[in-house]
């Protein structure tokens, strides 16, 4: 099983283009579903769909969230599909094995007002206030994850004509930016990252006070840090931006293709949860424009 494991994850990698993150959690899942195998002394190559919804019932109840039985079958399935494919196996056992129903949660999102504030908090007077200051208004200008924003390389952003390429596995994106994002994005690519980096070879975009690039972790602390400085009750992480992004832009009457194409979303259902948005701003919009609300 080992073998063919790692022929599968050799696939994903090479013919697939699937990008670190997503290979890393592939593997995570198909290693746990290999020790469960190995523990019943199941054969793999001779498991039916019983024994996978067995499967599932087992990280059920060793309290896996819905979300994580549903992803580990989706990665079980790619696996068999792979066998299948590669003639290993002959029928695709997780076909047909439904994956639990997972409850949408309903974004937290930021008002206008409060991002305004929060991006307000860097002040540009030292290396660190303008490096923050490009970043917040950066993170919610684009709507980009986390990760995407922190594998961002210098070149990747065309400051003449104001986008940046997002590159994630072997797909990417361009997204434009607004005036003050390019503003603030100008000052620190020119006065604030040229005295961080200590080596000319660093190629980040976003670089911690060593010089290196930052990490995630590195990106949360600094707007778990503004937050507090605004006084912010709400939670803020650096997708509550991403998800503030996306719905401003459809409360402001932003196309939703658009806005998927923008978020880097391959499914529209994915970016449809914002809807339930819009008619909070719609009766906004209607309350202060028509005469009789």
């Known amino acids: 099983m080992e073998k063919q494991i ?13 990008s670190d993150n997503t290979l890393q959690s592939y593997k995570r899942d198909i290693n746990q579903y290999e020790k469960y195998v ?15 919804k067995e499967y599932l019932k087992y990280l059920e109840d060793i309290g896996k969230k819905a979300s994580t039985v549903s992803r580990n079958l989706a990665s079980t399935r790619s696996f068999y599909q792979f066998l299948v494919r590669t003639k290993v196996i002959l029928q695709d056992p997780t076909n047909g094995v439904q994956a639990p129903k997972i409850e949408k949660r309903i974004p937290s999102i930021l008002t206008a007002k ?5 991006l307000e908090q860097p002040q540009n007077v030292d290396l660190k206030g303008i490096r923050d200051k490009a970043m917040l208004e950066f993170a919610y200008a684009t709507g980009m994850r986390v990760t995407e924003i922190i594998s961002l390389n210098i070149q990747d952003v065309n400051l003449k004509e104001s986008y940046v390429v997002c590159k994630t596995g072997a797909r990417q ?56 400085q605004a006084h912010i009750t709400k939670e803020i992480t650096p997708h509550v931006l991403r998800h503030s992004f996306a719905t401003h832009l459809l409360q402001n009457g932003a196309d939703l ?3 998927q194409t923008m978020l880097g979303h391959s ?7 914002y809807m339930q948005f819009q008619d909070e701003g719609l009766k906004n919009v209607y309350r202060k424009a028509h005469p009789r609300a």
């Open 6 to 18: 790692n022929l599968f994850l050799e696939f994903l990698q090479n013919d697939k283009k699937l």
């Open 38 to 52: 190995n523990e019943k002394q199941l054969d793999y190559l001779k498991i039916d769909d019983k024994a996978i």
């Open 114 to 118: 409060e991002v305004e504030l929060l």
């Open 173 to 228: 994106r361009n997204i434009p930016l607004g005036t003050l994002s390019m503003k603030a994005l100008q000052e620190y690519i020119e006065e604030a990252r040229p005295y961080m980096i200590k080596d000319e070879n660093i190629e980040a975009l976003f670089v911690n006070v060593n010089g290196k690039r930052l990490t995630r972790q590195g990106f949360w602390k600094i707007v778990k840090y503004y937050k507090e």
């Open 257 to 259: 293709k658009a806005i």
């Open 267 to 273: 499914d529209i259902s994915s970016t449809q949860v």
